[in-house]
Structure formats: structure tokens, C-alpha cells
């Protein structure tokens, strides 16, 4: 009986557990190409500060570091455009998953309304005359009836009595 229960479970929790192994490999897969870039920059720095370090003149200090830039943002576009990639290849795995399990929502017995038998929802049967919305809504303070004071001589002939 446990068997059962635990397999059906295990069954009913296949697309979340699919879900979950989605997401870890896409977090994996940036995670990886993040580092590496990080990696690359500290390296591509490092050097770049060395190269400066070596040169004379302004002019060729400016084109070392023009030259450094447009490489950074050639290795930040690709690895922007490898982290979209993976982003869609998420978004169509989930998306297909999403879509199986719509479908087989679709065969489960209970979701489908034309084998139920159930009697016809008729609001004609409620007497929506007495209806009044505004019995729910919350009270201004204007609205709220007033306070009543508190009972004190009650309250001091209890502790009277009490003291005695």
C-alpha cells in the first residue's frame, strides 16, 4: 500500500522534479560561462596593466586601451549571447513540459467536465434582491458607530469583591 502511495507520489511529482533538473543545468551552465568570463577579464586586465606599464607614449597607450575595450565587449557579447541561448533552450524545455502535463491534466477523469454528472449551477434559484455589497466592505472611521465607555464601576465592584 505504501508502495503504491510513494510510486503514484513520485509519479504526480515528475514534472516538478523535471522542472527543478531544468533550472539546475541552465544555473550550472551560466554559472560556468560567468566564471569563466570573471576569469578571463582578471587575466585580460592583468596583462592589459602590464602592456600599459611597457609604453612611451600616450598615443599607443590610447590604442592598447581601445583595443583592450573592444576586446572585453567582444567577450561580453559572446557570452551574453551563449546565456541567451541557454535561457531559450530553458524556456522551450519548460515550455514543452508545461505543455505535456497540460495534456495529460486532460485525461485525468476529474478534469473532464463532460463525464461528471453534476447539476447545473442556476443563480436564478438565489434571491439577489437583499443583496447588499457594501454589508462587506470595511467601515470608514466616519461610518464606525461610536464607543461605549467602559463600565468602571463594575470593573472596581469586581475588584472590591475580590480584595475582601
Not at 514543452?96 to 477523469?109: A, D, H, R
Request: hydrophobic share 45%; net charge negative; with cysteine.
Amino acid at each position: 500500500m505504501y508502495d503504491n502511495m510513494l510510486k503514484e507520489m513520485q509519479d504526480k511529482m515528475k514534472p516538478v522534479t523535471e522542472l527543478a533538473e531544468i533550472n539546475k543545468k541552465a544555473v550550472e551552465k551560466i554559472f560556468a560561462l560567468q566564471s569563466g568570463y570573471f576569469a578571463d577579464c582578471v587575466n585580460a586586465s592583468l596583462a592589459q596593466v602590464k602592456a600599459l606599464a611597457e609604453v612611451k607614449e600616450p598615443k599607443q597607450a590610447l590604442e592598447l586601451q581601445m583595443d583592450f575595450i573592444k576586446q572585453q565587449e567582444a567577450k561580453w557579447t559572446e557570452v551574453a549571447e551563449q546565456e541567451l541561448a541557454t535561457l531559450n533552450e530553458v524556456r522551450e524545455e519548460v515550455s514543452s513540459l508545461f505543455e505535456q502535463s497540460l495534456s495529460s491534466l486532460s485525461e485525468m477523469p476529474y478534469f473532464d467536465l463532460t463525464k461528471l454528472d453534476l447539476p447545473k449551477f442556476d443563480m436564478n434559484q438565489f434571491d439577489m434582491t437583499k443583496f447588499d455589497i457594501s454589508n462587506f466592505m470595511p467601515k470608514t472611521e466616519a461610518e464606525k458607530p461610536a464607543a461605549k465607555p467602559a463600565a468602571r464601576k463594575a470593573a472596581s465592584a469586581a475588584s472590591a469583591s475580590a480584595a475582601s
